[in-house]
């Protein structure tokens, strides 16, 4: 069974600082997506990264793909308060359309 | 204008009975999927259509039965409902089958089942 593990799983930290969620499994993924969920809503995709090793920056947030295609982080630099949500994990499953979704990190982020 | 919607947001029922959550997506999609989210907030996909057909049917009970009516709707019947099939249950949709697509979900429906 294919599985995506998030650490840390909860996180709260003070507006200002940084902060590093990782994904990481033993199965290799042919893609990796980040969403972030807010209480009451659906996950919306942060950002799709698709080859080992890729690094994608969308203003202050960095992703990366591990080079082996097993693993993933999400960086956040100078966290705010509008970053508090569920980060997901999503891995692809080859020659499908399934996506496997990492167990979550909660961040916290207080003014 | 929402692109994935869900009726209804919220549905308090009991045990035994049978109830539907109903999806539309506007985006001219393919694909359209049905997740689970439990309490510790995992979510699992259950199941994909694309352009009405069954792709991806997870180990779901067949107590679940998707239905597809055209490819912008995906209905979901749950027969004799039990207590664990409590959670919210997101529905969502993607351009295409295949690597690295967005899915759009719904807001969700919150089904509690006493």
């Known amino acids: 069974t294919q599985l995506l593990e998030q650490s840390p799983q909860f996180l709260s930290i003070q507006e200002g600082e940084n902060l590093t969620v990782y994904c990481n499994s033993s199965?290799?993924?042919?893609?990796l997506q980040w969403y972030r969920q807010e209480p009451g809503e659906g996950p919306v995709l942060l950002v799709t990264?698709?080859?080992?090793?890729e690094v994608k920056k969308l203003k202050r947030l960095t992703f990366q793909f591990g080079d082996a295609r097993k693993d993933s982080s999400l960086h956040i630099t100078a966290a705010q308060p509008g970053d508090t949500g569920l980060y997901l994990c999503?891995?692809?499953?080859?020659?499908?359309?399934?996506?496997?979704f990492g167990t979550g990190t909660r961040l916290q982020v207080f003014p | 204008d929402t692109a994935v919607s869900q009726t209804p947001k919220y549905l308090v029922t009991q045990m035994g009975n049978d109830k539907s959550i109903k999806c539309e997506q506007n985006?001219?999609?393919?694909?359209m999927y049905w997740y689970k989210q439990d309490s510790k907030k995992f979510l699992k996909i259950m199941f994909s259509?694309?352009?009405?057909?069954?792709?991806i049917n997870e180990t779901v009970p067949n107590r679940f039965s998707p239905k597809s009516p055209d490819k912008a709707h995906l209905n979901l019947h749950i027969n004799s409902l039990e207590l664990g099939d409590s959670a919210v249950y997101f529905c969502?949709?993607?351009?295409?089958?295949?690597?690295?697509?967005?899915?759009?979900f719904g807001p969700g429906t919150r089904l509690t089942v006493t």
């Open positions: 199965s290799v993924f042919s893609s």
């Open positions: 990264v698709v080859t080992g090793g």
């Open positions: 999503a891995g692809g499953v080859w020659n499908t359309d399934k996506l496997i």
């Open positions: 985006l001219g999609h393919d694909t």
């Open positions: 259509y694309n352009n009405k057909e069954l792709i």
């Open positions: 969502a949709s993607s351009q295409n089958p295949g690597q690295g697509y967005e899915q759009y």
